[in-house]
């Protein structure tokens, strides 16, 4: 679950780590831009990155450090304001030069560092504006100011982004309980259409203190990913820079192997809210929208109608007009390229018949419909009657106030 600022405990953030953060000078703003996990001891790695062929020098530069690691990251440096991106040779020399940086700060491999950015794609970075703050960054860093480091790394985004969950594990009589602690806090507003491999950016940090192996770690991201980041859409974009790290410390003491339930739950209903977080933040957003689509003929076919519709302008400037025209969702449905057939859709928004059999509901009530997409958040369920395939999907719709903040963005 998500905890206001006031309330969050140290109890919530894993053991293992510590956070920093600053004003490097790379945001116009003027705002803090800076952010730093410190891991205590190189922490096991597993990350997943987006499936855009034009990809972020920071990016490339991760997947040589893990490849040379075996997954382990002592240090991870996240500035915003400036993407990193199609930058040439430039952009991966200053990727690296960060990463010398801090490896000889925290005397570690330049290897161990994991850079990430997020911004404006096209122009150069300042590194050396990094590696002049990354000393107050190191003074300052420390358990507690984990909410500052997740609040540096916003753009356009209007509030912070974090998640929390605790495992509490069975012990001996007489000792004290063990527990797991899984902490992570994200990005994204705009440019939100996660397609991360393994299968404004969307950045997302994860941090247990379990004891778990990277090969295991790797294992339970990808599941985690697959139930929550690529089942969400603000705009259709995907970008350049998405890139998703969960971390290890193995602080706790507790070893966590594979196929454990408990923790695939927590780490889920963790990275499920911080989806959901980032969605509800997408930028210039009146109504968020859960695609709910069953009857599918595969899992694969309803997530292909759950995409065309929330891709759809015409879908998403009808919610933004609460106009329950659910013609739009039937026409994408037609064009997504999944099996269906016409004579069989059926379409629910909340608990009201919209569409039965392919027409429209004999009990459908325009007015009622009307009111009930007038809600920040609603419903929309798809029966297909194909076979077993479902999937659950969240989006928004598509505002003026999307344009003005896009149409605005690099100036």
């Known amino acids: 679950m998500r905890y206001p600022m006031s309330d969050l405990s140290p ?36 990350a997943a990155f987006t499936s855009n062929r034009v990809t972020a020098a920071p990016l490339i530069v991760d997947k040589e450090h893990l490849r040379t690691t075996g997954g382990k990251v002592r240090v991870v440096a996240i500035n ?81 982004k974090t998640a929390f969950a605790r495992i509490v594990l069975d012990s001996a009589e007489g000792e004290e309980p063990r527990e797991v602690r899984i902490a992570a806090f994200g990005k994204g507003a705009g440019m939100i259409h996660p397609q991360l ?24 991201l990808r599941g985690a990913i697959e139930r929550s980041f690529n089942r969400i859409s603000v705009d259709g974009d995907t970008s350049t820079n998405d890139t998703v790290l969960l971390l290890a410390s193995g602080a706790s003491g507790v070893q966590i192997g594979a196929g454990d339930q408990a923790f695939e739950a927590a780490l889920n209903q963790v990275c499920i809210s911080l989806a959901k977080q980032i969605v509800a933040d997408g930028e210039g957003i009146s109504h968020v929208v859960e695609l709910r689509i069953n009857g599918a003929a595969s899992h694969a076919e309803a997530l292909r109608v759950a995409k065309a519709i929330a891709h759809s302008p ?23 390229g999944a099996e269906i057939d016409p004579a069989q859709i059926d379409i629910r928004f909340g608990n009201l018949p919209i569409c039965v059999n392919g027409g429209r509901a004999p009990e459908y009530d325009e007015a009622a419909a009307h009111e009930y997409i007038k809600q920040p958040e609603f419903s929309i369920s798809i029966d297909l009657h194909q076979g077993a395939g479902s999937c659950v999907f969240w989006t928004t719709d598509l505002t003026t106030e999307y344009v003005h903040i896009n149409a605005d963005y690099s100036t």
């Open 197 to 220: 491999v393994p299968h404004a950016t969307m950045l997302v940090y994860i941090l247990t203190d379990a004891q778990i192996l990277a090969a295991d770690l790797d294992t339970y």
């Open 314 to 336: 015409l879908v998403k400037t009808a919610w933004a007009g609460c106009d329950p025209n659910w013609g739009r969702l039937v026409a994408a449905i037609g064009y997504s």
């Open 80 to 160: 915003a304001g400036n993407a990193n991106c199609a930058a040439g040779q430039a952009g991966i020399d200053a990727a690296r030069a960060t990463c010398a940086a801090a490896g000889s700060l925290f005397h570690c491999r330049a290897e161990e560092v994991f850079p990430s950015s997020t911004g404006v794609i096209g122009v150069p970075l300042p590194a050396d504006k990094l590696i002049v703050a990354m000393p107050q960054v190191a003074l300052g860093a420390e358990s507690d100011r984990f909410l500052e480091a997740a609040t540096a790394i916003l753009t356009t985004d209007t509030v912070e």
């Open 11 to 46: 109890l919530l953030i894993p053991r293992g780590f510590r956070f920093g953060a600053t004003k490097a000078g790379i945001k116009a703003s003027g705002r803090a831009d800076f952010s730093m996990i410190v891991a205590d001891v190189p922490a096991n790695a597993a």
